[in-house]
């Protein structure tokens, strides 16, 4: 069984920057065709995909916010990060990683077949 946990600071001031760590056990993330992706919902809204690294290593980003963010992966650990910088107010969410089976448009949130529990971020002075 899979599983993903998304850790980090629960609260973060404007204008630094965002991190958090997405620890997946019951499977390895360099396993062969599998993309795994940090996904948001704001307060009131749907989901949003940021971004994903996929098992070979290759990071793809939401065109609207590549400019703010990097995915990266330690594999020793089995584990992704997510850096968003430049923060604001409207990025307070629930910031979620999730793993998707296979190559397909990113913002199919049908087809992500294991999801962490979601972690609460809220950017604030």
């Known amino acids: 069984q899979v599983q993903l946990q998304e850790s980090g600071p629960g609260l973060v001031k404007p204008s630094q920057t965002l991190s958090l760590t997405c620890t997946v056990s019951?499977?390895?993330?360099?396993?062969?065709?599998?993309?795994w992706s940090w996904i948001r919902q704001p307060p009131g809204k749907g989901l949003e995909w940021m971004g994903a690294v996929a098992y070979s290593g290759s990071t793809y980003y939401r065109p609207s916010l590549k400019s703010r963010t990097s995915i990266s992966r330690d594999t020793s650990k089995n584990q992704l990060t997510l850096q968003l910088s430049s923060v604001t107010p409207e990025d307070t969410a629930v910031y979620y990683c999730?793993?998707?089976?296979?190559?397909?448009?990113?913002?199919?949130?049908?087809?992500?077949?294991?999801w962490g529990q979601g972690t609460q971020v809220t950017v604030s002075s």
């Open positions: 019951g499977g390895s993330i360099t396993t062969n065709s599998y993309y």
């Open positions: 999730a793993r998707k089976p296979q190559w397909g448009p990113w913002d199919d949130h049908e087809s992500y077949d294991y």
